[in-house]
């Protein structure tokens, strides 16, 4: 299938991808023209202020995930609060991000040297190394904005596009979460090369079979600009949209369970000189030396013991399977199914 999905010999895309990418490029360019003067979430007209505007707070996905733990992250958001400023938003989701790891029973990890890689990798992306990133987005003009509209959930998560068949692009759901960002923070979806079950891990590792995909989209966005969409800035903005800082900072503040892949996939081997594994090791041991460190491991590996216990008597007295079958993982397999040939691309070959 690399023969319909990838591109031919000269570079160029075969006509099933660019009739994707095409597809793709309508919804982010009409998106990227829904600008706004605040950050928040949509709401409708009311009888003092006529049509639909931005008049609640913005959700990210983020602050339902942490509600089911109840991780109380609406601190950050406080109801009926949007932001006028891009700094304050991204204040906030660095706050969401921490809240996970302090408030979190569930690591998701199974011993205590996996602990300690995602509360390291944690303490470098807000406490050491990521912060100069971050500062980098932010000097950026954000603050004034405009602010445009972003699904909260497709840039991690390709099942909320529906296909058919013939790979018409036929809904969009789950916009629930949709929220209005600063246009730094309007970022392409990390699972360009294809629907892996980890995205991010597959465009940290392959990261110049993401550029090809981003290249190839940007084409698509330019043609449908000139031909649906007059005046659209987004190819000119994602085709100069280099993985650091912008998708390898806001993906993580977006989604703060991809720290732990991207940092040691992806940052440290921007970060550090070579080499790089030694370098890190180093600096990890230290790291970890400090008691209240230790002491901080300790309580999340009681945690996740706790939380794995209680997860598997939930398992025995309801004699449910670890596979999900609920209607949602249903739909999206199926969804799947249809796209389970997308690109998984290597490098356009360069020979003739």
């Known amino acids: 299938m690399t023969e319909k999905w990838g591109h031919t010999r000269d570079g160029g895309r075969m006509p099933a991808l ?16 829904l600008e706004f003067s605040e950050i928040g979430a949509l709401g409708m007209p009311t009888p003092e202020s006529p049509g639909i505007t931005i008049r609640h707070r913005p959700l990210p996905v983020e602050v339902a995930l942490q509600e089911i733990e109840n991780l109380n992250p609406t601190v950050f958001f406080p109801e009926k609060t949007t932001f006028k400023i891009g700094h304050e938003y991204i204040n906030a989701l660095i706050k969401l ?20 890689e995602v509360v390291y990798a944690y303490h470098e992306f807000y406490a050491d190394q990521g912060p100069r990133w971050v500062r980098k987005l932010c000097s950026i003009d954000i603050d004034k904005g405009p602010f445009v509209l972003m699904h909260g ?67 698509s966005i330019a043609d449908r600009s000139k031909a649906c969409f007059p005046q659209s800035s987004l190819a000119h903005e994602w085709n100069h ?28 081997h921007k970060i550090f000189v070579p080499p790089q594994s030694q370098v890190v090791e180093k600096r990890m041991e230290k790291f970890l030396e400090n008691i209240e460190v230790q002491g901080f491991i ?46 998984r691309l290597s490098p356009p070959s360069s020979s003739g």
Request: net charge negative; aromatic share 10%.
């Open 18 to 33: 660019t009739r994707v990418h095409d597809q793709l490029a309508d919804l982010f360019i009409q998106l990227r023209s």
């Open 97 to 116: 991000g921490r809240n996970r790891l302090f408030k979190t029973k569930n690591l998701g990890v199974d011993s205590r040297e996996a602990a300690s």
């Open 153 to 219: 959930d497709m840039a991690l998560h390709g099942s909320n596009l529906l296909w058919d068949e013939k790979l018409n692009l036929v809904a969009v759901i789950d916009w629930e979460w949709c929220h209005t960002v600063p246009v730094s923070c309007f970022i392409p979806p990390a699972w360009l090369t294809g629907f892996f079950p980890n995205p991010i891990r597959q465009m940290c590792l392959f990261r110049i079979s993401h550029r090809s995909e981003m290249i190839g989209l940007c084409e």
């Open 241 to 268: 949209l280099p993985l650091e800082p912008f998708l390898m900072v806001v993906l993580p503040m977006l989604y703060p369970e991809t720290i732990d892949d991207i940092f040691w996939d992806f940052m440290m």
């Open 298 to 343: 300790d309580r999340k590996m009681a945690q996740q013991e706790e939380y794995d216990k209680a997860y598997q008597a939930y398992i025995e007295e309801h004699g449910e399977s670890l596979d999900c079958h609920c209607q949602n993982c249903q739909r999206e397999e199926q969804n799947f199914n249809v796209l389970r040939e997308l690109p």
